[in-house]
Each structure stands twice: as structure tokens, then as C-alpha cells.
């Protein structure tokens, strides 16, 4: 009976950290990729201003973009939680229920390593799957947009060119659809109109002129002069000149090895498919090393090591692990020694970590 009850007790602490850590997880990951997030959507208000996309597709595709800001802040939210998770746990005396319930503080450890698991398994999920994906669909949102909310793009006095083979010129513009004195070049083709107004049909973009002329050139390298008091041209035949072909982050998995594995392909291009891998599959399995570098904050001991500066220490070193990370993913393409390291890393550095940090504990006293 009192084996059962320490066993539900245990159950319980063990229950109250899981949802600690992770609940500062979420909230630690949510409101880092919410503030950058932000500032990208600001940013690619261009898309609108000066590329003419319309607002259903502006959202559509900052929408799409928030899954690879996920991804990219995983592992330093991951950090920052634990880090904070800990440090909380201790001062509050909460993690001491612990040991006085006669459980270690590398049980704790255990804990925490086990709890890592499900933020790994998360960002395996983001990297493989979630985030090239949404990086694709963003691109071929771009890729298949249409030329809209044309008078953001009729700048008065000034020639726009937000569109491949064509560049305009307003004299005037009211903002309210109505232009004047406009200049509309295309390759082989000149339009000239004394007035404009802007249509929208079916949530297209087409311009009405009035009394202008057309001129044309000819196979002969005649000009033909055409001159009309009413004609309407159409934007919906152009297309952006935003960058449409995906690049190796915006592809699948499966299609990145794939295209590594064929015969013809570049060295160059290679070594770009081999970090993109390597970044998707290794960089997740870092996550519960940073779970046991945080671990060496249960070290309580101020007498044989100055806190404070054990807990700036731990996270510098941290920290600087994640730059690492970065730098061996990049090495790892280029040098053989570097690549088995980074295969060998993720498992062989976590049992290192391990026996370090259980040495390291048991150089504390017990408390009693």
C-alpha cells in the first residue's frame, strides 16, 4: 500500500514537471514566432504595394510562411523553457518535494530527458514534413497569382515596372481608380491615352482607356499607328516578377534525396541537398543534449560552485552548442571527418552528457 502511494506520488511530480516544461515550451515557441511572424507579414506588405498580389493572396501566403518560423526557433525555445522551467522550479523549493520524496536529482534528469522527447519529435514533424511543405504551397501561391490591385501600382509621376515586359507611366492619379495621361510599354508595343479608369470584374484587374493611341511594331519593322477612343487592357495576361522556381528548403524530403541520388547532378548542387538533409533530419536530435546541459542546474551546492555563475555558464555554453550546431551542419558537406561527427554527435554526445552530469550530481551532498 505505501509502495502504491509513493508510486501515484510520483507519478504526480513527475505529471507536474512534464506540463511545466512543456506549457513554457508552447508559450516560449508561440510568442517568439508571433513577434517575428509580425514583422515579416510587415514586410512583405510589398507584395501588395509594389508587386500588385491581391490581399486574399497576401494572407494566404504569410499564413503559409509561420510553420518554417516555427521551425527555425525550436531548438532556442526549447532552451529558453528548460532553462526558465528549471531555474523556477528551484527557487520555488517545488523540485525539493522531489528529494525529500527520496528521488535523485539524476532521476530528475531522466525526467527531463524523456520529457525532450516529444519537442524532438515535434520539430522532426516540422522540419520533414510541415514546413517544406508550407514553404511549397507559399511558392506555388506566388507562382499561379494574378496581377491585381493595379492602382497601388500606378504611381503618378513615376514608372512601374512590378511586371515582367511591362513598364507604365500616370500623369495623374487620384487613388480612386481614375488615371490620366498614361504611357503603357510593352515589348513590341506602345499605348498611349489621354485618360484611364480601373475595373475590377470577377476579382480580375483590367484598365479602360480613353482617346489614345496604339502604336506597334511590325515583323518588317514597320509602326503601325492605331488610334481608338475606347479600349480596355487586359493585366491578368502578365504575371509578377517574383521568384517562382523553390529552392531545396521548399521542396519535399523525399524529393531532396531523390535529386541526391542522381547520377548527373552537380558537386555544388550536392553539397546543398546534403545540408538541406542534414539540417532537417540531425538538427531535431540536438534537442535532448540541450535538455541535459540545462540538467546541471539541479547542482545546488553554492558552497562548492558559484550559482549564478554556474546558471550564466550553462546557458552561454548552450548557446553557443545551437552555433555550433549551425556551423557543423555547414562542415558536414564538405568533410568527411565532419559528417560522421555530425551522425555520431546526437547519441554518442548525449551519453557522454550523461555519465558528466551523474558525476557531477554525485559530487553534491545528499540531502537528507
Not at 28 to 57: C, D, M, P, R
Not at 207 to 223: M, Y
Not at 339 to 361: A, D, E, H, V
Request: proline share 3%.
Amino acid at each position: 500500500m505505501i509502495l502504491n502511494t509513493h508510486i501515484i506520488f510520483k507519478n504526480k511530480l513527475n505529471n507536474y514537471i512534464f506540463f511545466e516544461i512543456i506549457k513554457s515550451y508552447l508559450l516560449v515557441l508561440i510568442s517568439l514566432s508571433l513577434l517575428i511572424w509580425i514583422a515579416q507579414a510587415a514586410k512583405y506588405l510589398n507584395l501588395i504595394t509594389e508587386t500588385g498580389l491581391s490581399i486574399t493572396t497576401y494572407i494566404t501566403y504569410v499564413a503559409l510562411i509561420y510553420p518554417k518560423i516555427i521551425s527555425q526557433l525550436m531548438l532556442i525555445s526549447f532552451l529558453v523553457s528548460c532553462f526558465i522551467s528549471l531555474i523556477k522550479l528551484l527557487e520555488s523549493k517545488e523540485i525539493e518535494i522531489y528529494w525529500m520524496a527520496g528521488i535523485s536529482k539524476f532521476d530528475i534528469a531522466k525526467l527531463i530527458l524523456k520529457i525532450s522527447v516529444l519537442p524532438t519529435i515535434l520539430s522532426l514533424f516540422f522540419y520533414l514534413y510541415l514546413a517544406p511543405f508550407a514553404n511549397l504551397e507559399s511558392r506555388r501561391i506566388l507562382a499561379n497569382s494574378e496581377f491585381s490591385m493595379v492602382n497601388s501600382l500606378v504611381k503618378k509621376n513615376n514608372f512601374n515596372s512590378p511586371l515582367k515586359n511591362l513598364t507604365i507611366f500616370v500623369n495623374k492619379n487620384d487613388n480612386s481608380g481614375n488615371i490620366e495621361k498614361i504611357f503603357i510599354f510593352e515589348d513590341l508595343k506602345t499605348i498611349i491615352a489621354k485618360k484611364g479608369r480601373i475595373l475590377n470584374f470577377k476579382n480580375k484587374n483590367y484598365l479602360e482607356l480613353t482617346d489614345g493611341f496604339i502604336h506597334e511594331k511590325k515583323a518588317d519593322q514597320s509602326i503601325e499607328v492605331v488610334k481608338f477612343e475606347k479600349t480596355i487592357f487586359d493585366f491578368t495576361k502578365y504575371q509578377t516578377e517574383l521568384v517562382k522556381t523553390p529552392k531545396n528548403q521548399e521542396h519535399r524530403t523525399s524529393w531532396l534525396i531523390n535529386q541526391y541520388f542522381k547520377p548527373l547532378i552537380s558537386d555544388n548542387e550536392k553539397f546543398n541537398l546534403l545540408e538541406e538533409i542534414h539540417k532537417r533530419i540531425f538538427k531535431p536530435l540536438f534537442i535532448p543534449i540541450i535538455a541535459i546541459f540545462c540538467c546541471f542546474l539541479l547542482f545546488t551546492n553554492n558552497e562548492k560552485i558559484n550559482l549564478t555563475k554556474l546558471k550564466i555558464f550553462i546557458f552561454s555554453f548552450s548557446t553557443f552548442f545551437l552555433i555550433f550546431i549551425e556551423i557543423l551542419l555547414n562542415l558536414s558537406v564538405k568533410s568527411i571527418f565532419f559528417q560522421i561527427l555530425l551522425y555520431i554527435l546526437p547519441l554518442l554526445g548525449l551519453t557522454i552528457l550523461m555519465i558528466i552530469l551523474k558525476n557531477f550530481l554525485n559530487n553534491e551532498p545528499i540531502l537528507k
